[in-house]
């Protein structure tokens, strides 16, 4: 083969090359070049020979990137990429590859990468974006190897967990003992094994600090650099489920509430009736046999009032009739008489400066007074029940739903056999007892009572060796002025002589009757109505003042009731008592009547000392 040949071969080969070439000398003047280069450069043949190379790259560029004729005298391949400027001043990325080949001639082969700059520009930007995604996402977010030993988290894990990268890389899942159930990595791992990634697994959590959380974990297998990893986002439910809990709770109590509260509000109709005529025939000379019968008569309706004031209680709230009282006093008391006659000892302890709270004291009683007797029944015989006062201050974090502020933490507990897990959850429910003779209405009755409270009824500690109930109340706001309940209108007909009108209003035959003897009896003429269209007729026929007194059902089934015309009785008639009466022991008005345009309440069933007491108090 002779030269000749070879040069030909060359040239073709050039000509059939994917990559652009230039032939240059030493002043980087363009003296040959393949077809390539000139739908690359947008120059032809005539216009790029002769044509020096650095005329196809800005100064600005040769600046950063000079051409390196010093490394190329050297022998070295230089290889760069650079933006090259095409006829029409358009830009192009290239990579160029240049060599010397001998003392006058210079390679180069230049090839089109613009397309592979995008992509890289791309994937760059997308690096940092997920990379920015990865660190500031509230949800925690890891990345493990198979085995659980942590390479990278993110923020969020710190703020769900407490661990730092310094606590976690480079340990495992299972050193910092994070997963409160063992079981639940494992179902993570099957489901990893199987479809490759996890979605939606509920988990439970156990932060640096040793408390347990809730979480919603998804995960997925990813390669990093050829080995499978595994990549985790958890999001933190724990106060959706308490808020679910709560939720599910009060829609359980207001299932129950319609049904309960009507069936309470009649039941009392009727043992207001059965209290009055029993009573008023109590009073007459009668048999000893027949009065014993009467008063377990007595014995049993109060026994049935107790069950239709737990009813309304638990089923829509039974408004405590709130005052400042001494808590600790009040649950000593309460808890010394429910133990009164067993051989169960009662350990006090209390913490300095208990505070004043507002309770309604009969209510908080009634709380103190089941949770007790519970523990009496399921106590061992000659056993020990403590009962323990605290302050303790509530903030946000403590993810409780109360208001954050200071409590008393009151805490109730016994060395009986504790509540199983299976039931803990379900001891507040109404009507759920494990008790044969049971009804189920105590603890769910305490819950509602405390809830009305501003406060949180819990079992804080169950275990084989005895249960622990804890009460959180609020403490009296520093500086609350005193309301005074008595009436003005009480201050000006005090001492006034006993005797005059009373006008009474109820749908309820029985009731008007029980009424009118009652206060009959008490030295007062009576006057009946059944509506409150009556009532305001009768006081407008008479004389201002002429009623010293207004007894009135809230509501009436045919009409307005007592709470319709209660304004505008109190301007027809002002110096007249005005008594809001009901069944319904959960109706605001019956527990703050002095707001609600009346001066005291009546609550049925009631007997005739209660009726005398309000009259003494308010109407004389």
């Given amino acids: 083969m002779n030269t000749k040949q070879i040069t030909i071969d060359f040239e073709e080969l050039l000509r059939l090359a994917p990559d652009a070439f230039l032939l240059g000398n030493p002043k980087g003047d363009i003296l040959y070049a393949n077809e390539q280069i ?28 000079p051409l390196r004729y010093d490394l190329l005298q050297q022998g070295q391949n230089v290889i760069t990429e650079r933006q090259l400027i095409k006829k029409d001043g358009s830009f192009i990325h290239i990579e160029m590859i240049s060599k010397k080949i001998n003392s006058d001639l210079y390679t180069s082969f230049i090839r089109d990468i613009s397309q592979v700059a995008k992509t890289r520009v791309h994937l760059q930007e997308s690096e940092e974006k997920y990379r920015a995604a990865f660190l500031t996402s509230p949800d925690a977010i890891n990345i493990n190897t198979l085995d659980g030993v ?83 986002v958890t999001r933190d439910i724990s106060s959706h489920l308490k808020f679910m809990n709560a939720l599910q709770k009060s829609q359980k109590m207001e299932a129950m509430g319609t049904l309960a509260g009507g069936i309470a509000h009649d039941f009392n109709n009727l043992l207001a009736g059965i209290y009055g005529m029993i009573e008023i025939s109590m009073g007459e000379e009668r048999k000893d046999i027949r009065t014993r019968y009467l008063q377990t008569a007595v014995k049993s309706i109060e026994r049935a009032r107790d069950l239709t004031s ?157 249960a622990t109930f804890t009460i959180l109340l609020p403490v009296e706001e520093q500086n609350r002025k005193s309301k005074n309940t008595e009436s003005e209108l009480t201050q000006k007909i005090e001492g006034e002589n006993r005797g005059g009108n009373i006008i009474i209003m109820d749908d309820n035959e029985t009731i008007l009757d029980v009424l009118k003897l009652m206060i009959s009896e008490l030295g007062y003429d009576v006057t009946i109505s059944t509506t409150g269209e009556d009532l305001l007729n009768m006081v407008k026929s008479h004389p201002e003042n002429y009623f010293k007194g207004a007894i009135m059902d809230l509501t009436v089934k045919s009409g307005k009731g007592g709470a319709d015309i209660a304004g505008e009785l109190k301007q027809t008639s002002p110096h007249t008592v005005l008594v809001a009466m009901s069944g319904y022991t959960d109706n605001s008005i019956i527990s703050q009547p002095e707001e609600n345009d009346f001066h005291t309440s009546l609550s049925k069933p009631f007997t005739s000392t209660q009726l005398a007491d309000l009259f003494e108090k308010h109407i004389k």
Avoid at 58 to 65: A, G, N, P, R
Avoid at 198 to 221: E, T, Y
Avoid at 325 to 335: F, K, P, V, Y
């Fill in 150 to 232: 942590y390479i990278d988290i993110n923020e969020g894990f710190t703020a769900l967990t407490g661990y730092t990268k310094e606590d976690v890389v480079g340990r495992s899942s299972s050193d910092i003992e994070i997963w409160a159930i063992p079981e639940d990595r494992l179902k993570l791992i099957e489901g990893l094994k199987k479809d490759g990634k996890v979605k939606n697994l509920q988990s439970s959590f156990r932060r640096k600090n040793g408390k347990v959380g809730d979480g919603l974990m998804s995960a997925s297998i990813i390669n990093i650099k050829e080995a499978p990893h595994i990549l985790s």
């Fill in 38 to 65: 000139f739908p690359l450069t947008g120059y032809t043949q005539s216009e790029l020979f002769n044509k020096n190379i650095s005329t196809l790259f800005t100064d600005v560029s040769l600046e950063k990137k």
């Fill in 310 to 466: 737990q009813l309304i209680t638990f089923a829509k709230g039974g408004n405590p009739k709130i005052e400042s009282e001494n808590i600790l006093n009040i649950i000593t008391e309460s808890a010394k008489f429910a133990l009164s006659g067993t051989n169960i000892h009662l350990e006090i302890t209390s913490g300095k400066d208990i505070q004043i709270c507002r309770i309604d004291k009969n209510q908080i009683s009634q709380v103190i007074d089941n949770i007790i007797i519970n523990a009496k029944q399921a106590a061992p015989p000659a056993t020990i029940i403590k009962l323990s006062f605290s302050g303790r201050t509530i903030n946000s974090e403590d993810q409780l739903f109360l208001k954050p502020g200071q409590y008393v933490q009151i805490d109730i507990s016994d060395n009986g056999p504790g509540i199983p897990s299976n039931l803990q959850s379900r001891i507040f429910e109404p009507f759920f007892s494990t008790k044969k003779d049971g009804h189920g209405l105590g603890l769910a009755t305490c819950s509602t009572i405390i809830d009305n409270h501003n406060g949180l009824l819990y079992i804080s500690k169950s275990t084989s060796e005895g």
